[in-house]
C-alpha cells in the first residue's frame, strides 16, 4: 500500500494528542483520524475491524452523533441500507453477503463539522452482528481509565494548537534476539513547524533522535540534544545513513511481521508539547527501497 496518508490506514495511527489514552485495541470502534481542529470539517471515519465477541460479521453500525458535530453527509455503503433519525446513523447490511465478516477492516464514514470546543468528543456506536452486538458507549472516567466498550473519541484541539504531524513511510529494523539496539525511519511532515524532541516504545530502554554524518571517513552518531526541526509543510525523512530514531537497551527481539508501538513527542514553536502514537511495521530494509544502512547500524560513538 502507498497511501498519500498513511497514518489513516497503513500505520494505524493510534493517537494524536497528548490528551489520549494509547493503545486502544483493535477490536474496538475507534475513529481512523483522532483529532480535529475546533471549527474544522472533519470526516469521522468509524473503524471496524472485528465481528462481536464470538460473532462471524458485523450486520449494522449505529452511531449517535454527540451535540458538537454537524453532520453534513453519512456515506452511503453498497449493498447496505442508511438511515438518519434524529441523531442516529445507522447503516444495516441487507444480506448475510454484504456483512463486515469476521476480521475485514472496514470504516463507515461520516462528513460534517467540528463545532465543540477544545477537549475530547464521545461518538458511542452500537455494533450489531449475526450473533449478539457490542455497544461502544463507554466514557472513560479518566485518561487513563480503560473501559470495556469505550465510545469513539474525537479529541477536539484549539485553533492553532499542535496539529497532528504527517507520518509515512515508517519501518523499524528488525532486531534479532540479543541484539542490543535497532533503529526506526519514517518520513515526516509537519502542518505547522515543529519539533521531534524524543520518542519512547515499550521495546527498548532508550529511544533517542540522532543524526548520522560522514567526520572524515567515518560514519558517526549522535544524538541530536535539541531535537529535530521540522519546517511547516516540508518532509524530514528519517533513513538509514540519515536522521532516525535509536531504539537502544533492547528488551525483546524485534521480528519481521509484527509492529512496535513508537510514541513521538513533540514541541512546537509556542513551547506547546504534543506526542503521537503509531504502529510501526517490522521490515529488514525500507519499504519499497533498496536494502541499505545495516552497515551502519552499530556505529555508535557517541
Ligand atoms: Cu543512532
Known sequence: MNHTHPTHIALRLLAASSLLAAGAASA???????????????????????ACKD?????GLTVRVPAGFAVQKAEARDGWSLNTSGSEISWKANSPQDAVQGDQKTQFIVRGKVDAKPGPLWFKVLQTCDTGSADWAQIPASDTAKPEFPAARLMVLA????????????WVRRAVPG??????????KAPAGTRLV??????AGVAEVHEMKMEGDTMKMRALSQGLELPAGQTVELKPGGYHLMLTDLKQAVNVGTTVSITLRFVDAKGVASEQTLQVPVAVAAPGGAASGEEHQHQHKH
Open 28 to 50: 474496538h470502534v475507534t475513529l481512523a483520524e483522532g483529532s480535529a481542529t475546533a471549527g474544522s470539517d472533519y470526516t469521522a471515519a468509524f473503524r471496524v475491524g472485528h
Open 55 to 59: 460473532a462471524k460479521s458485523t450486520t
Open 159 to 170: 485553533p492553532g494548537s499542535a496539529m497532528p504531524v504527517e507520518v509515512s513511510d515508517a
Open 179 to 188: 541484539q542490543s539496539g535497532t533503529g526506526a525511519f519514517m518520513k515526516l
Open 198 to 203: 524524543g520518542a519512547s516504545t515499550p521495546v
